[in-house]
């Protein structure tokens, strides 16, 4: 592992660093996800992205001819970091970025990437996912929603579930079921589907933390035209996976390290047994311990790190990454509520909320991580039949 960055990378940083302290104040701060702001937050974060995009710093992992800067694995490690230094979120304004830009750059024929690119990277249309299903989400090829040719169009009736930021997006890339009779994964098509098309309802699923954060999507006789097939009709499951494949790679393991951080200051202020808890050895304890754990993780990502930089395939880490990484995310955040004690119950929001009460929140919303990309179950099954071996159960 060679932990230096080559001259061409450290003038990666500067042009990014001496962007980023012209513009920060048009940032939107890396910051909890209270309840409120995740939707009052909307306009903020396509502000951001817009003027990230103007300053030539969206999608910089795309290729150069898409508008891209054509950034290599470790300029994005950097680009993150320079984020996170200055406390500055990359906008989360959909999947159309992150998840669907790279799929059409992959799959797309020359008319969609036309069509969409362009706009994806401005930030004037946003994306959302149409994947899971009430009975398909770890099974996901089982899924049910179906289309029927009908001339040039596909018609499309089910229902899509879990769909984030459906109320704010202008398009959904959807998996449809073009052929009831074939296997599984063989009878799958991959649509892309205007939401404004007659025969669509979004209809708002509230989080366990008040937060509106995703939704069910309803499609009834929805009216797809045909050049919106990505891929080749009962073949969008190559596309499907192609597209998991760029969700797969985002960062579980970022931020840990600085929450274990807020974790010591936390015991700092907060009582405990007539003085304050960072007195206490066994709170010293459990807080050296996340971050051993913390320290263990971010290792292990630099070796997933060098892997990608070696052009290996993915390897035991990933499974490994997103299990501990989510798992200690959630740690941390109940051992935060287990220091705030009795206030650890006052709602986010209440003048009497320590910390703006984002530690409840935090606790409430470390619970997804566990659950998407895959949930935490799913990798125990990965490492152990394919990284360790063990015979299927
Ligand atoms: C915050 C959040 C945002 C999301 N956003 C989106 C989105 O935008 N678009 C979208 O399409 N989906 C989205 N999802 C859905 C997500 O992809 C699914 O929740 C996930 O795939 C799990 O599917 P499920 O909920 O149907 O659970 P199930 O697959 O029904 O699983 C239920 C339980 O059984 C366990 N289980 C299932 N199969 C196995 C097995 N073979 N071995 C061991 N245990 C097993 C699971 O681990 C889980 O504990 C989101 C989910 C969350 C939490």
């Keep these: 592992m060679d932990f230096n960055f080559s001259p061409e990378d450290e003038a990666f940083r500067a042009a990014f660093r001496a962007w980023l302290e012209q513009n920060l104040q048009y940032s939107t701060p ?8 995740l939707e009052g937050d909307w306009d903020a974060r396509v502000r951001w992205h817009r003027r990230l995009h103007q300053g030539g710093w969206m999608g910089i992992h795309w290729p150069r001819e898409y508008g891209g800067r054509g950034a290599t694995i470790l300029q994005n ?7 996170e230094r200055v406390g500055a ?3 989360f304004t959909g999947f159309g970025i992150s998840l669907l830009g790279p799929t059409l750059i992959h799959w797309g024929n020359d008319e969609q990437k036309r069509r969409h690119l362009p706009k994806i990277l401005a930030g004037e249309e946003f994306w959302c996912q149409g994947y899971s299903e009430p009975n398909s989400g770890s099974d996901l090829a089982s899924l049910q929603t179906r289309a029927v040719e009908d001339g040039d169009y596909f018609v499309v009736n089910g229902a899509k579930i879990w769909t984030s930021a459906a109320q704010h997006a202008d398009w959904i890339f959807l998996l449809v079921r073009t052929d009831p009779d074939a296997p599984k994964h063989k009878g799958i098509s991959y649509l892309l589907v205007d939401m404004k098309t007659p025969g669509i309802t979004v209809r708002p699923l509230v989080q366990m933390n008040g937060a509106r954060g995703f939704n069910q999507v309803f499609f009834e006789d929805v009216r797809v035209p045909r050049k919106n097939l990505v891929g080749e009709k009962n073949q969008g499951w190559q596309v499907a996976i192609t597209t998991l494949m760029f969700e797969r790679a985002s960062g579980h393991d970022r931020g840990l390290l600085k929450q274990v951080a807020e974790l010591v200051d936390l015991a700092r202020r907060v009582p405990r047994n007539g003085g304050r808890a960072w007195n206490d050895t066994s709170v010293r304890q459990r807080i050296a311990q996340l971050k051993a754990e913390g320290e263990a993780i971010r290792y292990t990502g630099y070796r997933q790190l060098t892997r990608q930089l070696k052009g290996l395939p993915p390897g035991a880490e990933s499974s490994m990454l997103k299990l501990c990484a989510t798992e200690l995310a959630l740690q941390i955040a ?7 004690g009795p206030y650890s119950q006052v709602e986010a929001g209440s003048p009497f909320a320590l910390d703006t009460g984002k530690w409840s929140q935090r606790m409430l ?5 566990t659950i998407y990309t895959g949930t935490n179950q799913i990798q125990h099954n990965i490492i152990g039949e394919r990284v360790l071996g063990l015979p299927k159960g």
């Design 365 to 369: 919303a470390a619970r997804g991580p």
């Design 89 to 91: 979120a990359l906008p």
């Design 77 to 83: 490690v950097i680009y993150q970091d320079e984020l």
């Design 334 to 340: 109940v051992f935060g509520m287990e220091l705030l």
């Design 30 to 37: 890396a910051r909890e996800p209270l309840a409120d702001e």
